[in-house]
Every structure is written in C-alpha cells, then in structure tokens.
C-alpha cells in the first residue's frame, strides 16, 4: 500500500521552475517529518528538503536560495517548489515520512534517507541545458 502519492514532475530547460506535490494521510502528515529526496541513475538517494511538524526546514546546500519545501495544511501535502533548476537537478523525486517521528535533532540526519520509513513512488525531474 503506498500512502505517499507524488506529483507535479516533468521536463524543463535550465532555469525553469516545477512545483512538486506529495499528498498524504491526514495522520502521517499531521505528526511526522517529511522529505523530499532524489536519486539520479547510478547515483545514491540524496536528501533534498526535510519539513518538522513545526514548519523548521532543512536544505541541502545544492538547492538552498532554489528549492522551498511546505506544508499545505488545508490539503495535507508537502510541497517543493524548484526555481532556477539546473541539469545536475535531474533525478527521481521521491517524498518520504518518519512516520511517527519528528525530524532528528541532528542536522546531518534530517537529510539521510535511512532516517525516513515510507516512501512514496516518485515522480520524475528533467531538466535540459
């Protein structure tokens, strides 16, 4: 069963912009850290952005000033707008949870895919030069 649905993935030139959406139950959105994480072929999953129950957000370096991760309450998702995307940016997009756990105190574990439990079935990311 795959709780976790994303959207909003497709192809755009070097410097365009895509907005990400990963709907959710009410309960793992309501009381556990959320991610966006991304693997490109041959490469490892890396994490993106990471939202608290608190609205506290964690970037990597690569999208910080690019990408911003929210949270809709009204809708239950968690978003990740992309700005000024680039071609190293291309990858499968995945949104995960820590169902039922907030995001970990330390700073280089809210970015680790090991921290994270469920998983959703991604969704796609070009992005041409």
């Known amino acids: 069963q795959v709780d976790l649905v994303e959207s909003g993935g497709g192809s755009v030139q070097s410097g365009g912009s895509l907005r990400l959406s990963c709907a959710t139950p009410?309960?793992?959105?309501?009381?556990?850290?959320m991610g966006w994480f991304r693997q490109a072929p041959g490469e490892e999953r890396e994490g993106v952005a990471t939202?608290?129950?608190?609205?506290?957000?964690t970037y990597a370096d690569s999208v910080k000033g690019r990408f911003t991760i929210s949270r809709d309450n009204a809708k239950n998702t968690v978003n990740l707008e992309m700005n000024s995307l680039k071609p190293e940016d291309a990858a499968m997009y995945y949104c995960?949870?820590?169902?039922?756990?907030?995001?970990?105190?330390?700073?280089?574990?809210?970015?680790?895919?090991?921290?994270?439990?469920?998983w959703g079935q991604g969704t796609q990311v070009t992005v041409s030069s």
């Open positions: 995960a949870s820590r169902l039922p756990l907030s995001c970990p105190t330390e700073a280089h574990r809210r970015l680790s895919w090991h921290e994270f439990s469920q």
């Open positions: 939202i608290d129950t608190d609205g506290s957000t």
């Open positions: 009410r309960y793992t959105y309501s009381t556990s850290c």
